[in-house]
């Protein structure tokens, strides 16, 4: 059983925190595309950053700040423009996007943090970005997170968002998250950002460990299409708002906190997955029976990033050969005697060989799993215009419903997840036609 | 300048080898799937197979033949049925096989090397195998490398086969080669098989060697989708009828067998990455600048298998950005300020900075990369089922005209070259109603 509640409130639950989010004229189309978190104290600020050698300008600047100072008041965040292979002068403009707001502000440039999405060797449109940061500053609200979740977005259908509530020494803590990403995802800290709040206290060694951690076991655990960005980056703050004693070493009030941190992070990756380019259904695969849990995690996301797996899903196909076939290649030894694959409910695949299952009633599993998204009969019409759907009305999407993929190859005691999502025809037509 | 011509014949252009491919019966489809080379002499064999956990029993028995012995008299190979993940039945299934056509050729059943290709889990038909093998026995004929080629194709739209002739001693030596694959190929000998004859005599350990490393830069350079395949199997056949000394150490004559080994598999290797399933052209990829050959060759691999890179190239659009984000993330460390990156004769990235270009001249450029498929303009029209193409009538496949993708990201002596094909709609298509 969870230790803790939903709520409502995203980013702006926790106390102490305000958000925004406008349209400042950065993306063409008019949508809105500047963001703000930020906490009315000081912040504990930590950060997973993408491990791409080519990086964004604000996934510098974010690495620098936070070895300079492990806190922050802000998190600026602007869409359209990546600010990544734009130089010199890409850098400029990440410092001159501080300044502006930390004036704004009235503050020190150093407490604030950046982030950008948007197209890669575009640099921000600064002339939209200076006219509105202070009306951005204006817009500031203890409600402002949904406008912040939605300003933060590209080719996402749907914004994320969590807020999660417990209690530490009887009084309520909270943490609250926002991300965006839909494309692009990878195990590694791939494209997407996501900012979290809390108002915990906790000291930054501890937060900065806690965060890693539940990076680990969740962005770091989604696969889209393998590819990774110049430009993601989770950031967590912690502003000791709640009046909760501060947490300085592990123990129980610490794993409570982390457990809690762990399931926004887990949430808001899988909505991400969840809302791959093109996509029409979740899937989760659970592995165990390997000797340790990075194995384990190995295989999960093999299968879970593999093409044909993903086709096969699309297709409501329940093929456990490509299943097999991704498993086989993760790079962990097993035998293929022990190998067992359930979709669902259905054992497809036992010692290494294939069982007898109903096929027409895996197929069924697999579209009940698509109940949010318009399902087609690939059998039925070979039109693959009707095939593409029409995704323009899509305005949630369920996560409780994830096609389950679980595999074991041995006695090990090593279990791992991972999240994907189905590879279709919009996913090509969605990334043949961005512009570059 | 190569040290070689291009001649007809395949795999029965090396002195003393014939071939045939017949319909059995094995595929539902009713086309020919059985395939047979045949030696007259004891051929020294040697062979490089997937790496994958769940193997097929032909591959764990071609191991276990070639660790025995080094020599082998035949090839034989089924399409329809992979023959794995069928556990102890599939192993004496291809022990039958082998039985069954050692009888036939009245050689010993230890001289036959097996290989499979199909639906992973289904057994070989081995009613149709044993009424198919006396038939396929009788047409073997010194002309019959195109029927075998035909024979082991599955969803490949073309037949690959390759011949190179060269001297050594001033008599003529041969190397010929046919191979299948178009998906789930992928840089450690993903689903693919490649049968190579020679004509030379050269040591069985030295034979080894050569195969490995020209795999190196062969198929283990290719990827179309990223997954590996239960099944591949490359293997190579050298049975001295030219008449020449025989090669036992490494020099001159050595190095000239090798290099004409390394380009009879970088042809067929980069056929395979051109018939990717629903492929419209073959991209190359050439890395420099690192420190060694391996990093050139990682980074190549990276940028060839992203699935954004591949979707940009299908729709014609020259998006460095992607390049530059599937470069950095490929695990080689090097200075973003280094980075530069060509498509054709374009320079479009110096200095980790982006350059002007003429876009419609770059998009020009990839356009004429795919002449011989039908070319669809994605700006002109929002019909996808026009987007797909009519595949139908593909019958051959250029490889003289590949997208080229150059990159440099530094000073070093490092370089290498991977293959792949743009991601279409019709991969997804493909891979989404083929049936388990």
Partial sequence: MADWQEITGGVTAPKGYRAAGITAGLKPSGLPDLALIVSDVEAIAAGVFTTSQVKAACVDYCRQRLQDKTSARAILCNAGQANAATGIQGVRDAEESAELLAKELNISPELILLASTGVIGQRIKMDALRSGIPKLVASLSETGSDAAAGSIITTDLVTKSIALETTLHDRPVRIGGIAKGSGMIHPNMATMLAFVTCD?????????????????????????????????????????????????????????????????????????????EGATCLIEVQVTGTHDDLAARQIAKTIAGSSLVKSAIFGRDPNWGRIAAAAGRAGVPFEQDNLQIKLGDFLLLENGQPLQFDRAAASAYLKQAAIDYPVVDLVATNNSNDLSGDRSNIKTQRLDNPVIIAVSVGNGHGTGKAWGCDLSYDYVKINAEYTT
Same sequence: chains 1, 2.
Avoid at 216 to 231: A, E, P, R
Avoid at 235 to 245: E, V
Avoid at 260 to 272: D, N, Y
């Fill in 200 to 276: 915990a206290a906790v000291s930054s060694h501890l937060w900065q460990q806690m965060l890693s951690r539940a990076a680990d076991k969740s962005f770091n655990s989604i696969t889209v299409d393998g590819d990774t960005s110049t430009n993601d980056s989770l950031i967590a703050l912690a502003n000791g708002q709640s009046r909760t004693p501060a947490i300085t070493e592990m123990g129980a009030e610490a794993e409570k906190l982390e457990a809690m941190l762990t399931a926004v992070c887990q949430h808001l990756a899988k909505a991400i997955a969840r809302d791959g």
